[in-house]
């Protein structure tokens, strides 16, 4: 069966830097786009960062463009996001999840997305 499996996330303060990874099974994984989402308390999660299936195109919400980076690595079945100068509002589960290349609707679209992992924390003290 399908897995995706996050790791990574912890406790930082502002400005720091952490770096999560998504380890995939189950999937051809070169034929799937991936994302990254968050979702803080009281809130709807939202959309992070997208990655096409070969990392030649990728997404960010405008919240965190210049600060985060989505890469993949096709060999090894993982997707990892690289976070810098962390803030507080960066505080939240960050999610990833996995569609087909061949899939409709957007990066941005959360239901789009059939694939989800459990979620790692990441929490960052001003």
């Known amino acids: 069966q399908v897995q995706l499996v996050e790791s990574g996330g912890g406790l930082v303060q502002a400005g720091d830097s952490l770096r999560l990874s998504c380890a995939a099974s189950?999937?051809?994984?070169?034929?799937?786009?991936m994302g990254w989402f968050r979702q803080a308390p009281g809130k709807e999660r939202e959309f992070v960062a997208g990655?096409?299936?070969?990392?030649?195109?990728?997404y960010y919400a405008d919240a965190v463009k210049g600060r985060f980076t989505i890469s993949r690595d096709n060999g090894k079945n993982t997707v990892d996001l690289q976070m810098n100068n962390l803030k507080p509002d960066d505080t939240a589960g960050y999610y990833c999840?996995?569609?087909?290349?061949?899939?409709?609707?957007?990066?941005?679209?959360?239901?789009?997305?059939?694939?989800w992992g459990q979620g790692t924390q990441v929490t960052v003290s001003s």
């Open positions: 999840a996995a569609k087909s290349r061949w899939s409709g609707g957007t990066y941005y679209d959360m239901i789009a997305y059939p694939y």
């Open positions: 189950g999937i051809t994984f070169s034929a799937y786009i």
């Open positions: 990655i096409n299936w070969n990392g030649a195109n990728t």
